[in-house]
């Protein structure tokens, strides 16, 4: 929609329309990412989601993942109707970083699992982790991100994020 925003704003309701009728029930992406967050945090890590979905409709679905909801996971939660322009835009990381009260650089994580998520990471300045769950091949990640827009990881599983982000255990 390049520049259009009153267009960005008609396809985002169009899309929260069709998607709030067809939502059903809601699981982490891969087993053991409840725990994972858990151990992420009790390590001091902070933690947030942003999402391009309302409030009102995240909101629910955070409540249902995994049957016990996942409110206490995170300490940000920035949803597309908190910014005024939703990702691509930087705009919702930058609220995220506000809001924890942090610095945008290279020890910030934005894990996505979109080019938009990418693309949105890469302009608010903070590190960009492609979260390739789909499994696609190199050959196709190479063709879906800008060139002036790459990730600077890629990862296929959550596992590999955790033993990043925290230190050995002795």
């Not at 506000?98 to 590190?127: H, K, M, N, Y």
Request: include cysteine; glycine fraction near 10%; charge should be neutral.
């Amino acid at each position: 929609f390049g520049a259009d925003a009153g267009a960005k704003h008609t396809a985002h309701d169009a899309f929260d329309s069709c998607y709030a009728r067809h939502v059903g029930a809601v699981h982490p992406f891969e087993p053991g990412v409840r725990a994972m967050l858990g151990r992420l945090r009790a390590a001091g890590l902070r933690t947030g989601l942003l999402t391009n979905r309302r409030r009102a409709l995240f909101g629910s679905e955070l409540r249902q993942v995994d049957g016990s909801g996942w409110e206490d996971l995170f300490d940000v939660l920035v949803c597309g109707d908190d910014v005024p322009r939703r990702k691509p835009a930087p705009d919702m990381v930058l609220r995220g970083l506000e809001v924890l009260g942090l610095r945008a650089g290279p020890e910030v994580w934005f894990i996505g699992d979109s080019t938009t998520d990418v693309i949105a990471a890469r302009q608010a300045g903070v590190c960009a982790i492609f979260y390739n769950g789909a499994k696609w091949d190199p050959l196709q990640l190479v063709r879906i991100f800008p060139s002036e827009h790459p990730p600077d990881a890629i990862t296929g599983d959550f596992s590999a994020l955790e033993t990043l982000a925290l230190p050995p255990r002795r």
